[in-house]
């Protein structure tokens, strides 16, 4: 016994298998990495991604130098090795007595002591390009540098997964449908 209603939801059915087989697909390529890189950025602490935070050994000793000097030391160490000296942030850890300075055009981390000046750790922050590639934006980091490639790897990614849980829920749900109203 066919009815409109059975023969909608089956037309309905083979609809959305078509659809969710061709945005699959492409998107599973896209899954991956977003799924990885997730993975890794939840471990990064305990999978060695970010450099290790030092100590200073100057700690509750004197004057903390000004951040402006920090800056400043930074800079040179990434000038003598000669590497672009653009500062993109500064974090200070009051409790360690130290200043990490990461840059705007590499992955380089300058860990810098708060109260000699000493430069305690220079090390690559795998953990910035790792997410960089979970974001998408570094597509922009290498060519434009604005958020474009970014916001469209977003937005059409994520349009992609909430279509595909919405067609993979009515193939779940509209084969339960008509086995109910065949009987």
Same mark, same amino acid.
């Given at each position: ?16 298998? /078509? ?11 896209? +899954? ?15 999978? #060695?991604?970010?450099?290790? *935070?030092?100590?200073? !050994? +100057?700690?509750?000793?004197? !004057? ?7 800056? *400043? ?5 990434? !000038?003598?090795? @000669? ?7 500064? #974090? ?10 990461? +840059? ?12 000699? @000046?000493?430069?305690?750790? /220079? #090390? ?12 998408? &934006?570094?597509?922009?980091?290498? *060519? &434009? ?9 977003? *937005?059409?990614?994520?349009? @992609? ?7 993979? +829920? ?14």
């Amino acid at each position: 016994m066919s009815t409109p209603l059975i023969q909608s939801k089956v037309k309905a059915l083979r609809w959305l298998r /078509v659809l969710h087989k061709w945005m699959g697909v492409p998107l599973i390529i896209f +899954f991956f990495i977003i799924g990885i890189t997730s993975i890794l950025l939840a471990w990064k602490k305990k999978a #060695d991604l970010l450099p290790p *935070t030092q100590k200073s !050994e +100057f700690l509750e000793q004197g !004057e903390w130098i000004s951040p402006a000097m920090m800056i *400043t030391i930074a800079e040179l160490e990434m !000038e003598r090795l @000669g590497e672009s000296k653009e500062v993109d942030r500064i #974090d200070i850890r009051p409790d360690k007595g130290i200043a990490k300075v990461t +840059f705007k055009n590499h992955f380089k981390e300058v860990q810098v002591d708060g109260f000699s @000046g000493e430069i305690l750790s /220079v #090390d690559i922050r795998h953990s910035d390009w790792i997410e960089k590639v979970h974001d998408g &934006s570094i597509i922009d980091f290498y *060519t &434009s540098g604005d958020e474009g490639a970014k916001l469209t790897y977003s *937005t059409l990614v994520s349009l @992609g997964l909430i279509l595909l849980a919405i067609s993979g +829920f009515y193939l779940w749900y509209y084969p339960k449908l008509i086995r109910r109203l065949k009987s």
